[in-house]
């Protein structure tokens, strides 16, 4: 899931300061630096280990902050979703987290359309 986590992150505008080598995609963490926004304040902080499309904390963070709703069909596969209209944003996967990351990526590319 190594590019789904980049998109996230890459969809969030925050800047990536070392990858994971492509012959080890699972093995080594993605590092990145983020620059949080609070106001009239920038935190700018490192992570490592961000790997929101297995990682259910991070996934969690995203699914609140872009408040996305979660839908499962018989077939396993998940929907998120920001609103259940049609043409809205929304992301699929085989997991929850899978499919949050997808959405987020989707509403971001939506925001810098309309913008």
Same mark, same amino acid.
């Given at each position: 899931?190594?590019?789904?986590?980049?998109?996230?992150?890459?969809?969030?505008?925050?800047? &990536?300061?070392?990858?994971?080598?492509?012959?080890?995609?699972?093995? &080594?963490?993605?590092? &990145?630096?983020?620059?949080?926004?609070?106001?009239?304040? &920038?935190?700018?902080?490192? !992570?490592?280990?961000?790997?929101?499309?297995?990682?259910?904390?991070?996934?969690?963070?995203?699914?609140? *902050?872009?408040?996305?709703?979660?839908?499962?069909?018989?077939?396993?596969?998940?929907?998120?979703?920001?609103?259940?209209?049609?043409?809205?944003?929304?992301?699929?996967? *085989?997991?929850?987290?899978?499919?949050?990351?997808?959405? !987020? !990526?989707?509403?971001? *590319?939506?925001?810098? *359309?309309?913008?």
């Amino acid at each position: 899931m190594f590019d789904l986590d980049r998109q996230v992150v890459e969809a969030q505008g925050w800047e &990536i300061v070392e990858t994971r080598p492509e012959s080890l995609p699972d093995l &080594i963490p993605l590092r &990145i630096w983020v620059d949080d926004t609070e106001g009239d304040h &920038i935190h700018k902080y490192c !992570v490592d280990d961000y790997a929101p499309s297995t990682n259910m904390e991070q996934a969690g963070e995203l699914l609140e *902050k872009y408040q996305l709703c979660l839908l499962s069909n018989d077939e396993g596969s998940w929907h998120a979703v920001e609103h259940i209209f049609e043409g809205a944003p929304h992301g699929e996967g *085989k997991t929850w987290m899978e499919a949050v990351c997808r959405a !987020v !990526v989707a509403i971001e *590319k939506e925001v810098t *359309k309309d913008a």
